[in-house]
Structures are given as structure tokens and as C-alpha cells.
């Protein structure tokens, strides 16, 4: 209709008529672009919130399974702490505690928690992060991954030729069996320590000081980054959501 009323003005030279007919056109497809492109921007919307609604849940989930583990690593590392003052004569304390003695037992285990955020990995995949619009997301989502990667390489790295002193020393430290009903398994590893022995043996020193040197790098360098990235992340997606938790989420 549009065209056979371009051409009648055309031979009648209507250029005016002609000039209104263009505008309308230009109008209507430039209109028609518009529609489409706000069509296709609430469409990303929509799916982006479905992303990072997930992602929340996810986070909620991560922080949750990694409380305890954290606080299993947190007490280790204290233990340890405190087993340096008793072995180094730095204080008046000359046997070590059930507790000291358990964390020595066990320095050579990284409990890791698990950092794996399933709709980050499905973001970065599918090309869809780039296009995420939500900036303080996008930038704790990668300081996340960045904190799990670099956490991942110092695990690495004090895992490399680590002892278990228990079978090196084991007339310094004697394992046992204890029941407790307390924990899932139902039974746990003990210890007992010869404190007195351990001070003037020159070989459990220097092993146990290697070792407890790698844990407190597992510690520090791998697992609190990470958690403190977890929480920055659960920050940003609460912003960006508008939730406000009735219950504070645990964290160590």
C-alpha cells in the first residue's frame, strides 16, 4: 500500500507527500528494531535473575557445607599453634592435650571444602557470564574463581612430600580407636603423645615444625581466601536480588 502510494506522489511529484512517506517508513522499521531489542533485553533479564537465583541457592548450600569442615580447620590450626608452645618451652605446660595431640596426629590432612559453584562453571561455558549485567556479580564471581584456583595450587604445592608422623615417630605418637556416637561413623582416631620425648628428638621437630608450617599455608592461603570471597559473592547476589535473610547464613 506504502509503495504503490510512493509511486503515485513520485509521478504526480509530491515531494512532500514523498518526504512524510519515507519518514514513515524509516519510522516504522526503526520502531519495529526497538520493540525487538526490548523484547530481547527483557527476555536476557528474566534469564539472568534465573541465573543468579540459582547461583544464590548455591552459595546458601557452598557456605552451609562448608562450616563445619572450616571449623574442623580452624581448631587445627589453633592446636598446632599451641602445641609449639609446649614443645618449644614457651610455656609452663608440659603435656599436650587430647585435642593438641589429635591435630599433630593429623597435620598431614587438608580437609578441603569444596568450592564448586555448578551455575558459575554453566556461566562460563555457555559464554554467558561476559553478558551478565550485573557488575558487582560479575567481579565477586571472578575474584571467587581466582581464590579457588590459586587455593587449589597451594594445596597442591604443601601436599608435595608431606609425612604422616604417626607412622614415622610411632613411639611418639600411639593411635587408637575411639567410639563416639556423637560424629556419623560412630568411631574416630585418638591419639597419645609423648611430649617429653618428642622435645628432645631433633627429627620429630623438624618434621612436625614442616608440617605444621603447611598447614597454617593450607589455612591461610587456601581455605580462608576462599571463604572470604564466598561471602563477598553472597553479598553482591543479595544486593543485586533484594533479599535481606530473616536467619544469619552460617559462617565460621
Known amino acids: 500500500m506504502i509503495l504503490r502510494r510512493v509511486i503515485k506522489h513520485f509521478r504526480n511529484q509530491e515531494w512532500t507527500a514523498i518526504f512524510l512517506d519515507f519518514v514513515i517508513v524509516v519510522v516504522g522499521v526503526f520502531m519495529g528494531f526497538q520493540v525487538q531489542q526490548w523484547a530481547t533485553n527483557a527476555g536476557q533479564r528474566v534469564s539472568e535473575t534465573n541465573y543468579l537465583d540459582r547461583l544464590h541457592g548455591e552459595v546458601v548450600q557452598l557456605t552451609q557445607d562448608r562450616f563445619r569442615l572450616i571449623a ?4 587445627n590450626q589453633s592446636a598446632l599453634t599451641s602445641v609449639v608452645a609446649v614443645l618449644q618451652n614457651q610455656t609452663d605446660r608440659q603435656t599436650l592435650t587430647d585435642t593438641e595431640c589429635e591435630a ?4 598431614h590432612i587438608y580437609s578441603n571444602p569444596t ?10 561455558s555457555t559464554g554467558r557470564f561476559d ?3 550485573a557488575k558487582d ?21 604443601v601436599n608435595r612430600n608431606i609425612l604422616t608422623l604417626a607412622r614415622v615417630f610411632p613411639k611418639l605418637i600411639q593411635l587408637e580407636t575411639i567410639r563416639d556416637e556423637k560424629i556419623e561413623v560412630g568411631i574416630r582416631t585418638g591419639a597419645q603423645c609423648d611430649a617429653a620425648a618428642m622435645k628432645t628428638n631433633q627429627g620429630f621437630m623438624n618434621t612436625f615444625v614442616d608440617n605444621r608450617d603447611r598447614y597454617a599455608h593450607f589455612a591461610v592461603f587456601a581455605v580462608e581466601p576462599v571463604t572470604e570471597s564466598l561471602a563477598l559473592l553472597h553479598d553482591a547476589l543479595d544486593t543485586e536480588l533484594g533479599i535481606i535473610h530473616n536467619e544469619v547464613v552460617a559462617t565460621p
Not at 574442623?72 to 581448631?75: K, L
Not at 574463581?145 to 604445592?157: H, K
Open 72 to 75: 574442623d580447620v580452624q581448631e
Open 104 to 107: 599433630i596426629a593429623e597435620s
Open 115 to 124: 568450592a564448586d559453584l555448578p551455575t558459575i562453571a554453566e556461566l562460563l
Open 131 to 133: 553478558a551478565l549485567q
Open 137 to 157: 556479580v560479575r567481579s565477586a564471581i571472578t575474584q571467587f574463581n581466582q581464590s579457588a584456583l590459586s587455593g587449589g595450587d597451594v594445596i597442591d604445592a
